[in-house]
């Protein structure tokens, strides 16, 4: 099971992705998303038992962000 936390951390970065966006700002808000991808990949680093689990949600919200609004995936 993923930590709270991190669940929490990947809502609140979508929502600020999603403000950013409608503000003009959709790269911004895409990078917000690869930021938390970041943080996964060294949770998985160091070993946590959840961190695989914890970046297949963030690639699957940067996929969404991707196909929403018409942002490259990196």
Do not use: C, H
Not at 15 to 43: H, I, P, T, W
Request: net charge negative; charged share 30%; aromatic share 8%.
């Amino acid at each position: 099971m993923l930590p709270r936390a991190d669940i929490g951390n990947v809502l609140t970065a979508g929502f600020e992705a999603v403000d950013l966006a409608a503000e003009g700002q959709v790269a911004d808000g895409y990078q917000v998303l690869l930021l938390g991808k970041q943080r996964a990949l060294e949770g998985e680093a160091s070993l946590e038992p959840w961190a695989e689990k914890l970046e297949g949600r963030w690639d699957a919200a940067l996929e969404r962000y991707a196909d929403r609004y018409g942002v490259g995936r990196a």
